[in-house]
């Protein structure tokens, strides 16, 4: 992942001025994102936290809640912008596999994994969560699986019954899932799922 770190990194800033601010995200997701934290029982990471605006928002609102991203400039603008909210460096491999955590967001940020990877990530998350913690995600949606050029670096985009038995193989039990697309994007798709 060397590659996508290094590709934010040096497109940070121009991240955070288009897509670091909850102004720039679409209300559905803000609804369900919160509506989401505010169900979870114990401590939450918000997985590729970038700017830090969903782990702030999601923090706002009384979530137990900590950022954590392998990009050292999101993680250095994120502390300076929100100096109440807990964020650290790092990734989807440095999740505590001890069954702590009531909640994984992982809010587009597991896209860029080659699907030979996404099997062991998702692993990660559900080794790190407890019985009956929920995992949110994120990710962009297409008929096929297939990878695409994203704004940053290479990116996939998948099917949704591909993608939930990628999260039920995990071990998790898939509980919800939508898709929208807005005028001129790519189709959104989000996927909660629960630890049994």
Not at 11 to 30: N, P, W
Not at 96 to 102: E, F, K, T, V
Not at 167 to 186: D, I, K, L, M
Request: proline share 6%; net charge negative; aromatic share 8%.
């Amino acid at each position: 992942m060397d590659e996508v770190r290094q590709a934010y990194a040096a497109r940070a800033d121009e991240y955070i001025a288009k897509l670091g601010s909850m102004e720039a995200m679409a209300a559905t997701d803000r609804d369900l994102i919160a509506e989401w934290g505010l169900g979870i029982a114990g401590p939450v990471v918000d997985l590729g936290a970038g700017p830090g605006h969903w782990t702030a928002h999601l923090h706002g609102r009384g979530v137990e809640i900590a950022g954590i991203d392998p990009v050292a400039e999101f993680v250095a603008h994120a502390r300076r912008r929100f100096p109440g909210v807990d964020f650290h460096a790092g990734g989807v491999v440095d999740l505590a596999p001890d069954g702590n955590l009531g909640g994984i967001l992982a809010w587009y940020s597991l896209i860029h994994l080659p699907p030979d990877q996404l099997d062991a990530a998702l692993l990660h998350c559900f080794r790190a969560l407890r019985s009956g913690g929920s995992l949110l995600l994120g990710h962009f949606v297409a008929d096929g699986l297939r990878p695409f050029d994203h704004a940053v670096v290479t990116a996939y985009a998948w099917p949704l019954p591909w993608i939930a038995q990628r999260v039920g193989e995990a071990g998790f039990q898939v509980v919800e899932q939508h898709t929208r697309q807005g005028p001129g994007s790519r189709r959104h798709g989000d996927l909660a799922a629960v630890r049994p």
